[in-house]
């Protein structure tokens, strides 16, 4: 069965400043990959994903993720982020081809940001 | 056009009682998920629907907990004797076929007495 790490449980950065979050997943074959973000008291934005083709990826508000098949990664970036990007943020991969394809998400990073 | 909407937005019940969540997916979406968030578990996958069928329970905790959908659209999660675990956020989705992206509502907050 698929899995999702993301290492950092709690991330804060300063506003203005570039952020990255790590995200791994496991699967033999290439998934399809998500990143969500949920601000409190809220359901799940779909930030970006990537289905196949150009490994890097652009996404709302500003994120970017690529997608290393070597390392088993989708890694969240963006350059400078602002107040209103403090939220959880989430990675997720669907298993393809089973039919049903069910979401597995990570645990989530909690992202802060600090004047 | 309208999102997923999900009611109640907030549910208190006492232990042992019943409840009944709602979720209305996006018009013309045939697939549909309910997921739970709760602090000790993250978020975790509980049934798909794809139409009125549900190929996939698997995710479901326990027999206390079941589903339904009626026309290919609005579903229903039923929780039997509710217990202090079943505090959380349940999340509905959808998608307009499968490998496709999920759209979520606004979830749910259970809260067991």
């Known amino acids: 069965a698929q899995s999702v790490t993301q290492p950092d449980i709690h991330i804060t950065v300063s506003e203005g400043a570039s952020l990255e979050l790590r995200c791994n997943y496991s699967?033999?074959?290439?998934?399809?990959l998500f990143w969500y973000v949920q601000s409190p008291g809220q359901g799940l934005q779909l930030l970006l994903k990537?289905?196949?083709?150009?490994?890097l990826v652009q996404g709302i508000k500003g994120f970017e993720a690529e997608f290393k098949r070597s390392q088993s990664s989708f890694n969240l970036r963006k350059p400078s982020v602002h107040w209103s990007d403090a939220a959880e943020y989430f990675c997720a991969v669907v298993e393809r081809g089973f039919g049903n394809e069910k979401l597995t998400f990570g645990t989530g990073t909690r992202l802060t940001i600090i004047p | 056009g309208a999102g997923v909407s999900q009611s109640p937005s907030n549910k208190v019940t006492e232990k042992g009682k019943d409840v009944e969540l709602r979720c209305d997916p996006i018009s013309g979406h045939t697939a549909l998920y309910w997921y739970r968030q709760s602090l000790g578990q993250g978020l975790e996958f509980l049934i798909y629907?794809?139409?009125?069928?549900?190929?996939?329970k698997s995710g479901l905790p326990s027999d206390r907990f079941s589903a339904e959908r009626t026309g290919g659209s609005v579903s229903t999660l039923t929780i039997q004797r509710t217990q202090q675990e079943d505090s959380a956020v349940y999340l509905c989705a959808s998608t307009l076929r499968s490998a496709d992206t999920q759209y979520f509502g606004p979830g749910t907050r259970l809260t067991v007495l």
């Open positions: 629907f794809q139409g009125n069928s549900a190929p996939d």
């Open positions: 699967y033999g074959a290439t998934p399809y």
């Open positions: 990537y289905f196949s083709g150009d490994t």
